[in-house]
């Protein structure tokens, strides 16, 4: 007997009653008497419990009556918001790190430019919460890529066309100087023609040396890897002073100390007249291997 004998029959013959009379139904079941839902009523926090909102009115959270009625617990509830919470930053990572797959350059910009850029920030904000940028923020972050580089690129330039200088005296004193003290603390040599000062380990410039006019002077530029790059406004004058500086750092020390009557290692006045003479305390000259 084929399938089409059937096709005409109805369901009540084929099944023996009623299409769906003998499937089971579901009633909800009606719960005890002395059941009551839970009821956890609370001061409102929009209006600290008085019902009013400021000068304008019955408060629009609790419509006036100063409390709250919910379900859940308080503890239940602030678990919810947490979770929230949790879920929305594992979302915002997400969207930030499918970005930045797709857009390295612009994603390590923002990066890097967010602890003090406002627009960075916001950057970061955006992709965090939308998954992407649009087209005109995604130009504008590419352009600040550009000119980052070009920046970069033009100050290697700088760096390749500046002059020579043999700091090798100063980097040794230096280099005795932070020993003496365990690398704590700042190391300084004022001389005649400028002030030197040693770059943090952890700076964006480790290893160079800073050049100034005076201890609270106009800033003339670093030293890096045996070259001096000077600032623009850094004069012909004042690079020669650098210059001569550097070749006899201890004369040019001695000769401060003398003419201002501090020390050049760490600025203090010299009282003793030995310390005096010198240009230098004993202790610096001792620390800087002088």
């Known amino acids: 007997m084929s399938t089409l004998e059937f096709e005409d029959d109805p369901l009540d013959e084929l ?5 769906g009379t003998n499937l089971p139904s579901r009633v909800a079941k009606a719960p005890p008497a002395s059941y009551s839902p839970p009821n956890y009523t609370e001061s409102c926090r929009k209006c600290g419990g008085t ?20 379900k859940t617990a308080p503890q239940a509830r602030a678990a919810n918001r947490a979770d929230a919470v949790a879920r929305k930053e594992r979302d915002a990572d997400g969207a930030w790190y499918v970005f930045r797959c797709g857009n390295p350059e612009v994603a390590a910009w923002i990066e890097s430019s967010a602890p003090y ?3 960075a920030a916001s950057m970061l904000e955006a992709v965090r919460k939308w998954g992407s ?5 995604l130009a504008a972050c590419e352009s600040a890529v550009a000119k980052l580089a070009a920046g970069k690129a033009a100050r290697a330039e700088q760096a390749k066309a500046a002059p020579a200088i043999d700091t090798s005296k100063i980097e040794a004193a230096f280099a005795a100087a932070r020993a003496s003290r365990d690398g704590a603390g700042r190391v300084m040599l004022r001389t005649e023609g400028a002030v030197f000062s040693a770059a943090k ?16 002077g106009e800033y003339l530029g670093k030293i890096v890897e045996g070259r001096f790059i ?3 406004s850094c004069t012909p004058e004042q690079a020669a002073a650098v210059q001569a500086a550097s070749v006899d750092p201890l004369a040019s ?38």
């Open 230 to 232: 000077a600032l623009r």
């Open 117 to 119: 850029s406002t627009f």
């Open 51 to 70: 019902g009013r909102y400021g000068n304008w009115g019955s408060c629009f959270a609790c419509h006036g009556k100063g409390t709250r009625s919910f």
């Open 15 to 19: 099944f023996g009653d009623s299409a």
């Open 201 to 216: 380990a952890d700076s964006a410039n480790p290893g160079a040396i800073y050049v100034k006019t005076g201890m609270r």
């Open 253 to 290: 020390a001695k000769a401060y100390g003398l003419k201002t009557r501090s020390c050049s290692c760490c600025g203090r006045e010299l009282t003793d007249p030995d310390s005096i003479a010198a240009g230098i305390g004993p202790t610096c000259a001792s620390n800087y291997g002088w």
């Open 133 to 137: 940028l649009t087209e005109r923020q």
